[in-house]
């Protein structure tokens, strides 16, 4: 099942210029922010395969998790609009009324029903008990988790990997993603390909734990390096410095990052590049995630 309007597969660029000449590398960019208008990147990948899932299953409904500014709660409303389906919010935080975030209002325009709760409240988001709470109160709709992230996610994402085995003349050495609940990172993965991920929460060295336990124990996953240096001070946070960044990629490149995100992982994966991190002749494949309606306006997630 592909929404209308989905582009697949994505296309695969090559990135030059001098740093990565100085490095020695071939940098491609995975262009999945082209993927879909509404439902672009990480997010159509881990989102496709649970609405099958749901289809399949004859559910009417689903509901999920995410912030003020969540491009999953952004992604999942249009997904479920275009098919039909009901959708329902549980949104972190207050309700912001009268200066209700473009996220929230995009929601609401796709029929999603938004429902604030605590951020205390909120954290017990995955605990077994809440989950059944929360089914039994609005009808026992299909629950999608924070993020997308589950193992039906993982399975959109390896669907990623090999699109680009088919575009490429090898297998890169490496695999490189932003991460927010490590989804993506897992997905590619479980593939057996080498994963680089930046975080893009202050402390997010956790992730290194949450992706682990996303994966399969097996001789075929691949290897993780995780990077917490370049949060640019926390989730959502924004610095000059990476806002001029953004710019002179686009410039560079003619590609829009966002700031949440695929800014802060290209301004690691090149300070790597500064660093020489990487062996010469190594080939790289960096994952555009989309989240571009997220552009300067909150934090993404």
Not at 55 to 71: C, M, P, R, Y
Not at 244 to 257: C, E, T, V
Request: overall charge negative; proline content about 4%; aromatic content about 10%.
């Amino acid at each position: 099942m592909d929404l209308p309007g989905s582009l697949l597969p994505t296309p695969l660029h090559e990135l030059s210029g001098e740093l990565i000449e100085q490095a020695g590398v071939k940098l491609y960019i995975k262009r999945d922010d082209l993927i879909h208008p509404t439902v672009s990147g990480n997010k159509w990948r881990k989102l496709k395969n649970s609405l099958l899932e749901a289809v399949k299953q004859n559910e009417t409904t689903l509901l999920t998790f995410g912030g003020a500014f969540s491009n999953h709660l952004f992604a999942t409303a249009a997904a479920g609009n275009a098919l039909g389906l009901k959708t329902i919010g549980i949104v972190r935080g207050e309700d912001y009324g009268q200066n209700e975030t473009p996220t929230l209002r995009f929601c609401r325009q796709q029929n999603m029903s938004l429902h604030f709760v605590s951020r205390q409240e909120y954290r017990l988001k995955n605990s077994d008990e809440y989950l059944q709470e929360t089914a039994w109160k609005f009808g026992h709709p299909f629950i999608i988790p924070e993020g997308g992230t589950s193992e039906l996610a993982l399975q959109g994402v390896r669907e990623m990997v090999l699109e680009v085995e088919n575009q490429l003349p090898k297998s890169p050495d490496y695999y490189v993603v932003p991460a927010g609940t490590g989804g993506t990172a897992a997905g590619i993965l479980s593939s057996g390909a080498n994963v680089l991920a930046f975080s893009a929460l202050k402390g997010g060295s956790f992730l290194a734990k949450d992706i682990t336990d996303l994966l399969k124990p097996n001789d075929e996953n691949g290897n993780l390096t995780l990077f917490t240096d370049y949060h640019f001070g926390g989730y959502a946070k924004v610095r000059p410095e990476l806002l001029d960044f953004m710019d002179q990629f686009k410039n560079d490149y003619g590609i829009q990052l966002e700031q949440v995100y695929t800014a802060k992982m290209f301004f690691g994966l090149l300070d790597l590049m500064r660093k020489s991190f990487f062996e010469r002749g190594s080939t790289i494949v960096a994952v555009h995630t989309g989240g571009l309606q997220g552009l300067l306006s909150g934090d993404g997630r």
